[in-house]
């Protein structure tokens, strides 16, 4: 199994370059986003899940007042299904709770991430609301909300 750790320093630098390889690899090409610029932001937690030396799965969220925003939860296609996602979102969820915040929002894909949406209702979000052509047009998101308090 993975251990997961929060990307600091010069080490965490390594594991969000790790990152940033990996979005490309899981996320369609006008989905990807520039990990190492987003993770640099000093409201930006980044958790990798490492396996081996490799990083196999991240988490990203943003921290706003007194909620987090999860910016993306990516797992490698050949890792996926092994239980890496469901570890990094219980480990963000704990490290949202020891920062005191209340809620936890994110959004996701309604059609394609049923995988997605199903571990993050195992994880107490509820869908609160769907964006039509949010991502692009045709392409849904669902925005899901829990209370970590």
Do not use: W
């Amino acid at each position: 199994m993975a251990a997961v750790v929060e990307a600091k320093g010069k080490e965490g630098a390594k594991l969000i370059d790790q990152c940033a390889l990996l979005e490309k690899k899981v996320f369609p090409k006008h989905e990807v986003m520039d990990v190492v610029r987003e993770a640099k932001k000093r409201n930006v937690v980044t958790l990798c899940a490492v396996c081996g030396g490799t990083v196999v799965g991240y988490l990203l969220y943003s921290v706003r007042d007194s909620s987090a925003d999860l910016i993306k939860l990516a797992v490698s296609p050949d890792s996926r299904r092994k239980g890496y996602g469901d570890s990094l979102l219980a480990a963000g969820l704990v490290t949202m709770m020891k920062q005191r915040l209340q809620t936890c929002k994110l959004h996701v894909a309604v059609e394609g991430r049923d995988p997605a949406r199903s571990l993050y209702a195992k994880h107490g979000f509820t869908t609160a609301q769907i964006i039509p052509s949010y991502y692009r047009e045709g392409r849904d998101a669902a925005v899901m909300e829990r209370t970590l308090v």
